[in-house]
Nanobody, 128 residues
Framework: QVQLVEFGGGLVQSGGSLRLSCAAS????????MAWFRQAPGNEREFVGG????????YYADSVKGRFTISRDNAKNTIYLQMSSLEPEDTAVYLC?????????????????????WGQGTQVTVSS
């Protein structure tokens, strides 16, 4: 079991920046990759970006590419989502998720069903 907790949400003006953190605990050795998703009221959960736990590289949804960056600190079992040039359309609850080693799929995981562990989410609100 992997437990995830997000930190860092808040209110920011359009054009501003914000950094979210997601701390993993428990069986972190079982993590294959992690990702950020977001969900606005009335909308489906949307993939934002992902990062592999033991390999280099990250990948992003087109809607955030060039504005958001995911990084990780394995010593702290933490991933980060650096968000810049924020827009009101980025307003949502942001959730981190972890996919297990030995899962059904590998590679560029983007579907919520590919991830077994979820945090509780943190609210990001971008004012215009």
């Amino acid at each position: 079991q992997v437990q995830l907790v997000e930190f860092g949400g808040g209110l920011v003006q359009s054009g501003g920046s914000l950094r979210l953190s997601c701390a993993a605990s428990g069986r972190t050795s079982s993590i294959y990759s992690m990702a950020w998703f977001r969900q606005a009221p009335g909308n489906e959960r949307e993939f934002v970006g992902g990062i592999w736990w033991s390999e280099s590289g990250s990948y992003y949804a087109d809607s955030v590419k060039g504005r958001f960056t995911i990084s990780r600190d394995n010593a702290k079992n933490t991933i980060y989502l650096q968000m810049s040039s924020l827009e009101p359309e980025d307003t949502a609850v942001y959730l981190c998720a972890a996919a297990p080693v030995g899962g059904r799929k590998r590679g560029f995981l983007q579907s919520p069903g590919d991830f077994a562990s979820w945090g509780q989410g943190t609210q990001v609100t971008v004012s215009s």
